[in-house]
């Protein structure tokens, strides 16, 4: 096991080495919330103060469950479990669900709410449109998370002043009817899980005593985002214990809207006079410009959670300045930056390493459209499960049978390493040398080699971990649908983002009417909005792009407006389209930053700002070169170097004046070359305007 307190400043590291009793992390985004807890776990466990099967660990996604997992495992922790409050409980219920009821098992999960939901409006004779049903599930959902009863619903909602699409009468007297439906048909809802895990432990003293025998810490993860029933799931758990550490950021509440409240997390010094209460303030993760950002983000926000203003403290170097783009529509919006991300994965950055984040789900079409257009490999997070793709299911079979069978333990008794088993085994479903070309056979190749990094993580972190143990752990993902990465540019919403982090974010979408979105109203719903566009700058480690559309389709009217949350931060608009711009010099014309090499003054562009230079133009620059080279008998680089093309390309100048701002062209080359460069820059900005009209795309730096 590695040093629990290593890598630790002294906050988190007293954190970590507090008593097993109950603590409290407050910080904000990116300050070591999620490393501190796993340290401390792995510090319970080498302190000797608790067993890992006694210790539960729990978040609210399957991705950050899933993370902590990966970083536990990294610290050399084993057997703890870190999973979603529905995984831990539902696994807790289906062991004890049998003893509650006297042999009973527990009932299938819901697969289609929305059916259920609608025999239920039906019943009650409410519209059934998918809409009405949409809405009428989420405020069943939410009164459920909210521990509200049919009956309590309508003042419920009056107290809470929640704002409902719908009748409060209409929605209680369908609430009632969707749970006789529900009960009718034998099932459970993912609520269900959690409430009936409360009465197991709640009214059985036999199962109470056992659970809280095997159960004796508890850590949670992203506090602030803790429903009033996921807070009586962790009272049951705890018995009136308090071995529980909790961490948190009330400005990354973002799940109000379905029950969530960060009041527990402020609340919490109240609750435990004795527990500590450690504060972070140091971010780890992004640059000063980032964290300047997020910090003017969210100095704006107003309600309970501004009680707690916590300004983030930059550590790690500089980096360039976030850049804001504005594009006349979406598709045009969605073409720049797959331009940019083949830019930057041609200049080394993983894809991997870069997030697209927006909104709302239905925003990522058009910017997978545009990365396969590209040929830019990605991957949509809440797409098809990793695990139930077809040839995965039977990857794993291969790799179960293959461990029954000791292929990595044979008869000589000389272990097979974990990593080349891997492999053979795969082999025989499809894993080759090379990867195939583009199509199905490399969905199918991609997935098994990423069943391959998994085996490799795995005998990083226990070299004697054979096929057996690999089974083991892809069932675990399986169960929690924690999909290994494979190698692509993630498309994910700001909600499903949260936890994570990547080198470089695209904020996408940012027109008032999407962030903050449409339906929030009141003043709280704008502030989780505002506190999401916190949480999407805060998953930037270096690089972030900020940019809006003013027309959703190609052409169309541009009605929309930049995000009013950009007021005061994004510059207002400063065009300097790449048809000539100006640029300060030696300074980056995207970023602002400085510019050193050669390469960088030349195109005016530092090297973390993608080029947006026209490859057809380089080429007809390069012909353009090789012939008149020829003419004159000299070396191409004679005429232009590479350097001094690639800047024209960038900077398409059209007149005298920028050509000459091109360092390496002075007066004699602008005679005998100027004319000839300007007719090669004006055919291709024509034929730029002409396919996606990017003349109107200003690209600008921030003012602050
Ligand atoms: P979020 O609020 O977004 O969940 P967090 O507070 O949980 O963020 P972490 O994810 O734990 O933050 O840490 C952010 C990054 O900073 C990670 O890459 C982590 O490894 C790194 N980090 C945290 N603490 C330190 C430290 N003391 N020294 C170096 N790096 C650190
Ligand atoms: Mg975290």
């Known amino acids: ?203 059985d003293e036999q199962v109470a005593r056992e659970f809280r025998a095997r159960y004796r810490s508890f850590l949670v993860d992203e506090y602030q985002d803790v429903t009033p029933l996921q807070q009586r799931v962790l009272d049951s758990w705890l018995g009136g214990r308090d071995q529980i550490t909790v961490v948190g950021d009330a400005n990354q509440t973002i799940y109000s809207f379905a029950g969530a409240s960060p009041n527990y997390l402020l609340n919490f010094d109240r609750r435990y006079p004795h527990a500590p209460v450690v504060k972070l303030e140091r971010d780890y993760r992004s640059t000063p410009q980032v964290v300047s950002l997020a910090n003017r983000v969210i100095a704006g926000t107003v309600g309970p959670t501004s009680r707690f203003r916590l300004r983030l403290r930059p550590v790690l170097p500089d980096g360039p300045e976030p850049v804001y783009t504005e594009y006349p529509d979406e598709a045009a919006e969605a073409a720049a930056l797959a331009e940019r991300c083949q830019a930057l994965i041609a200049a080394g950055t993983s894809p991997a390493e870069i997030a697209v984040l927006y909104r709302i789900n239905a925003q990522s079409e058009a910017f997978e459209q545009a990365l396969a257009a590209a040929k830019i490999p990605y991957v949509v997070r809440g797409g098809e499960r990793f695990f139930a793709r077809a040839e995965v299911r039977q990857a794993m079979q291969a790799l179960r049978v293959a461990a029954r069978a000791g292929l990595d333990t044979p008869a000589d008794g000389r272990a097979v390493a974990l990593v080349p088993a891997t492999r053979r ?132 009217r541009k009605t929309r407006r930049r995000s009013r949350f950009l007021n005061g931060l994004a510059p207002d608009a400063l065009p300097m389209n790449r048809a000539g711009g100006r640029t300060a010099p030696g300074r980056c014309r995207f970023c602002g930053g400085p510019v050193r090499t050669p390469l960088e003054i030349k195109s005016g562009r530092c090297e973390n700002c993608p080029s947006t230079a026209d490859p057809e133009l380089v080429d007809e620059l390069k012909a353009w070169r090789k012939n008149l080279a020829g003419e004159k008998s000299v070396p191409p680089y004679v005429v232009f170097t590479d350097a001094t093309l690639y800047a024209i390309a960038e900077r398409c100048p059209t007149d005298d004046a920028a050509l000459l701002a091109i360092p390496g062209i002075g007066r004699s080359k602008l005679d005998l070359y100027g004319a000839d460069v300007q007719r090669l820059v004006v055919a291709s900005v024509q034929r730029a305007t002409a396919s996606v009209p990017t003349a109107e795309k200003i690209s600008v730096r921030t003012s602050g």
Not at 441 to 457: G, M, Y
């Open 1 to 203: 096991m590695r040093d629990p307190l290593a890598g630790l400043d002294d906050e988190q590291r007293a954190a970590v080495t507090a008593p097993s009793g109950p603590l409290c992390v407050l910080a904000g985004a990116g300050t070591g919330k999620t490393r501190t807890i796993t340290h401390r776990i792995a510090q319970l466990v080498a302190a000797d103060l608790h067993r890992p099967s006694e210790i539960l660990a729990v978040t609210f996604t399957n991705r950050a469950a899933g993370e902590m997992r990966v970083r536990l495992r990294d610290l050399g922790v084993g057997g703890v479990q870190a999973r979603t409050f529905h995984a831990a409980a539902l696994r807790q219920l289906r062991y004890f669900w049998p003893k509650v009821t006297g042999g009973e098992q527990v009932r299938p999960i819901v697969e289609q709410k929305l059916r259920l939901v609608g025999s239920a409006a039906r019943r009650v004779g409410a519209a059934t449109d998918v809409a009405t049903l949409r809405d009428l599930a989420s405020e069943i959902e939410w009164a459920k998370a909210s521990l509200v009863t049919p009956s309590g619903y309508a003042a419920a909602v009056a107290k809470a002043q929640r704002d409902t699409p719908l009748d409060a009468e209409v929605v209680a007297k369908a609430f009632e009817a969707y749970e006789s439906v529900k009960n009718d048909a034998e099932q459970l809802d993912f609520d269900d899980i959690l409430l009936n895990t409360c009465a197991a432990l709640d009214d």
């Open 425 to 556: 085994v795969l082999r025989d479903v499809g894993l080759t040398d090379a990867a195939p070309a583009a199509g199905s056979l490399r969905d199918r190749w991609d997935a098994l080699v990423a069943l391959v990094s998994v085996a490799e993580d795995l005998a990083e972190a226990d070299r004697t971990a054979g096929l057996g143990e690999l089974v083991t752990e892809l069932e675990q993902r399986a169960e929690s649908q924690h999909a290994p990465t494979v190698e692509g540019v993630t498309l994910a919403s700001l909600h499903a983002a949260k936890g994570l982090e990547w080198d470089v974010v695209f904020l996408v979408g940012l027109v008032d009417g999407t962030m903050p979105i449409q339906h929030a109203e009141s003043p709280e719903e704008v502030e989780e909005e505002r506190r999401l566009l916190y949480v999407g700058v805060t998953r930037a480690r270096r690089t972030l792009h900020l940019s809006w559309a003013l027309a959703r389709a190609a052409g169309g």
